[in-house]
């Protein structure tokens, strides 16, 4: 009867960890079984640096053990009398290993931050094929919304929301904004995630080496529809990418500003749909967060702002004159691209004398802003 009371105890644990057991059964462990170059070296630097780091834990946590093992009270061992002035040997254990790791991290650290750098194109597919400049990268152009993920293919002149598809073995290059908050763009087997930001544009470079259906995801809280602002990353080979675009086309509806206005609206749990034609520069509308009717875009009223504010860059473009007189052609020109500094003067030439005669003549105050401050702003 006794053995039978001191054997349930452990039956029962065995079956409490039951439920434990079979809820890790059915873990993905999706960012330790890549799908993508990046992401397989983004594992790999996670194995190494752990690795690393046990080199110094796992000595540490077994000499706990076994110092309160040996030492302990009903221990036959001598007492130990340790010189707590100075011990050569100990010293050098104690700095020089976490020293070294130290080192061999910031190493590792710093190659791997500009090797992995988001923006910088990739190198190669995998480790055995290098990308050749043949190799165009697949354009997409992601927008953030509340709460969705719409994907532009600027090239393929279509668009969809809550689903991407892309061909193995080719690289892609994301192009990324959002339309209200900020958030984050995260798909775990191809690479790592990279925020979206409103007004802001961030990018991101990527390749998925194997065929498969892979999720992706907000990583970033941002708000009520958070939890189900997922889609998915469909890896394909070229003839299934192919097919993709034409079901895509098939669709027959076009997305232009009107209804990527509509579409911007919050909205939770939305399916996938397929837009056959999207209207020109829609990307560069919901970036400069213009696609409303009547609204400027952000890069038009910053280049207004730089030239002086509203009404006096026509004057200054006309013109080519500073509210001081002097000759200007340093200011944004989307034209002309090149056009940097002043316009070269003899040496020696004061800045009275490089006024033109009718800057001379017809020197008036300064114009106050709306403030009441005197002068132009250049930001």
Request: glycine share 8%; proline share 7%; with cysteine.
């Amino acid at each position: 009867m006794t053995a039978d009371r001191r054997a349930l105890p452990r039956h029962f644990l065995r079956f409490a960890m039951l439920p434990a057991l079979l809820l890790l059964a059915g873990c993905d462990w999706v960012l330790m079984n890549p799908a993508g170059d990046v992401a397989i070296q983004q594992r790999n630097l996670i194995l190494v640096s752990t690795g690393l780091m046990l080199l110094i834990i796992v000595p540490v946590m077994a000499l706990i053990v076994w110092f309160a093992w040996k030492y302990r009270a009903a221990a036959q061992a001598k007492d130990y009398d340790a010189d707590w002035d100075h011990s050569t040997s100990l010293e050098l254990l104690i700095w020089s290993a976490p020293l070294l790791i130290i080192i061999a991290l910031g190493a590792i650290t710093w190659t791997s931050t500009h090797l992995l750098d988001p923006y910088r194109p990739i190198e190669r597919l995998n480790k055995t094929r290098k990308v050749t400049p043949q190799m165009r990268p697949l354009q997409v152009e992601v927008v953030a919304m509340d709460w969705k993920w719409l994907f532009i293919y600027p090239e393929l002149g279509i668009a969809t929301v809550n689903e991407m598809a892309a061909p193995i073995d080719r690289p892609i290059a994301f192009r990324l904004t959002s339309s209200t908050i900020m958030n984050s763009f995260f798909v775990p087997a191809i690479a790592g995630q990279i925020y979206a930001m409103p007004g802001m544009e961030t990018k991101l470079h990527a390749v998925a080496n194997k065929v498969g259906d892979y999720d992706g995801l907000s990583a970033n809280y941002s708000g009520a529809g958070f939890s189900h602002m997922r889609f998915r990353f469909k890896a394909m080979d070229e003839a299934g990418f192919e097919r993709w675009v034409a079901q895509v086309k098939a669709s027959g509806t076009t997305l232009d500003k009107p209804t990527y206005v509509k579409l911007e609206q919050p909205s939770e749990k939305v399916k996938p749909i397929y837009f056959g034609a999207v209207a020109p520069r829609l990307f560069h509308a919901a970036l400069n967060m213009c696609a409303q009717p009547g609204k400027r875009c952000m890069d038009e009223v910053m280049m207004t702002d730089m030239r002086g504010g509203a009404g006096k860059e026509s004057a200054r473009d006309t013109a080519g004159l500073r509210h001081d007189g002097t000759i200007d052609v340093g200011g944004f020109h989307p034209q002309e691209p090149g056009r940097k500094g002043e316009i070269a003067q003899p040496a020696g030439m004061t800045p009275a004398a490089r006024k033109t005669p009718a800057a001379q003549g017809n020197e008036a105050p300064a114009q106050k802003d709306a403030d009441g401050h005197g002068g132009h702003h250049g930001h």
